[in-house]
């Protein structure tokens, strides 16, 4: 579609034609149709961790060997690119980065990004962006789309309007191929894609129709509003935690609606893991938080900012009331 290439085409070297762009019904079809594009007998695929589980359901329904590498909360959640070059051998296909991150909260800088690409490079292997939570950055790190490497390595970014534009139930995305050097139809991938495609739903006829006028027309300030909810969220969530003594949050959010908070479970009592403390949690406090477990990360707890300011409050001072009510006594 002219009107998402002419908006993917911010900031990179080269331009982006219509024919680069695939609509999805939102970016979760844009995972299926990956992950089922990739797989071959004996082939895997390297997964983030913590991340995102959908791409584990569909690698496993694929029969896709999933190979975890780890992102470093001591610096800030980048991939652990020594693990990245460990794990990957003639049989990986990709690697997958989420940046934004979902549910790390963290934003990967320039220098980042060109040495996972220049990474995947060496080892012979493309890369899936998962770019869901696209250009929501509010920290001091500025968002940088993987799609700029396009010249050093094959990038597929998965995007949608359902983040940026607070609009998820429309369920319209998109699937683009970054490669100039044309290895991806070389090797037949679009092919396979599009074969993908057509047999396939596509997103609702009158929201596509919408596309042009939704990213021409969208003003500044509507993004600029949403920005600074955001990192209002961010703030009130890293302060409140901070004044929880089992909670640890070892990197302030800097973009996408997460954060990810170590549970301390030496400091409470009858608190098995992180599910218990979340059924707990739920059942006592009326108040939802996701177990890390469900996003790789055992003991450890993911937490939505994008709520409005009272209701964040309101429901951290109940998560703080629960952490008392279960301490450990002294």
């Given at each position: ?206 929201i596509q129709a919408a596309i042009p006028q939704i990213l021409e027309n969208t003003k500044e300030e509507f993004f600029s509003k949403i920005m600074c ?102």
């Open positions: 579609m002219p009107a998402i290439a002419d908006y993917l085409n911010r900031d990179i070297p080269y331009k982006l034609c219509p024919d680069d762009v695939y609509l999805t019904v939102g970016s979760k079809q844009g995972i299926e149709i990956v992950t089922s594009v990739l797989s071959r007998p004996g082939a895997n695929i390297l997964l983030p961790r913590p991340g995102f589980p959908y791409y584990e359901h569909w690698c496993a329904y694929n029969n896709l060997e999933m190979r975890h590498y780890d992102l470093l909360r001591e610096n800030g959640w980048e991939v652990d690119l020594d693990a990245v070059e460990t794990l990957a051998n003639a049989n990986t296909v990709a690697m997958v980065i989420i940046n934004p991150g979902n549910p790390c909260g963290n934003v990967f800088s320039y220098e980042h990004l060109n040495k996972v690409a220049e990474t995947a490079r060496k080892l012979g292997i493309l890369i899936i962006s998962d770019e869901a939570y696209d250009s929501i950055a509010f920290g001091s790190t500025r968002y940088v789309p993987m799609r700029v490497f396009g010249s050093t390595v094959p990038v597929l970014t998965l995007g949608s309007l359902s983040k940026r534009w607070i609009v998820p139930g429309w369920r319209l995305g998109w699937l683009v191929t970054s490669d100039p050097n044309g290895i991806l139809q070389n090797s037949g991938v679009i092919d396979s894609i599009i074969g993908y495609l057509n047999i396939s739903s596509d997103p609702a006829t009158f909810l955001l990192r209002e969220g961010a703030d009130i969530c890293y302060n409140r935690i901070e004044e929880m003594p089992c909670l640890t949050c070892p990197n302030k959010p800097e973009g996408s609606m997460f954060v990810m908070v170590k549970l301390n479970l030496s400091m409470l009592e009858d608190i098995n893991d992180d599910i218990d403390f979340c059924l707990k949690l739920a059942k006592e406090e009326s108040v939802i938080i996701l177990p890390g477990r469900a996003v790789g990360m055992k003991n450890w707890l993911r937490i939505t900012f994008a709520v409005e300011s009272r209701l964040l409050r309101d429901g951290l001072e109940r998560v703080k009331a629960f952490c008392q009510r279960h301490a450990k006594k002294q």
